[in-house]
C-alpha cells in the first residue's frame, strides 16, 4: 500500500508519499513535531480513506 501525508502551513500546502504505514506515522509524527504543520493527516492511496492513527497512549484517534 502506499499513503499520502498532508498537512498545511501559512505558506502553504504540504503532501508527501511514503510505501509503508509505519513511515508514513513516523513522518507524519516527526511534522507535527516541528509544529509548522496544521492539520497532518495520512491518506490510504487506494481507498482514498484517513488513517486512524494509533494514540500515544496505545488508543486509536477519534475522527
Known amino acids: 500500500?502506499?499513503?499520502h501525508?498532508?498537512?498545511s502551513s501559512q505558506v502553504g500546502v504540504l503532501g508527501l508519499k511514503r510505501d509503508t504505514l509505519e513511515g508514513a506515522l513516523k513522518?507524519?509524527?516527526e511534522l507535527r513535531q516541528q509544529g509548522?504543520?496544521?492539520e497532518v493527516q495520512i491518506i490510504d492511496i487506494e481507498?482514498?480513506?484517513v488513517v486512524k492513527e494509533p494514540?500515544?497512549?496505545g488508543g486509536?484517534?477519534?475522527n
Open 36 to 38: 509548522i504543520y496544521n
Open 47 to 49: 481507498t482514498g480513506d
Open 27 to 29: 513522518k507524519a509524527n
Open 5 to 7: 501525508i498532508t498537512g
Open 55 to 57: 494514540l500515544p497512549d
Open 1 to 3: 500500500m502506499r499513503y
Open 60 to 62: 486509536r484517534e477519534e
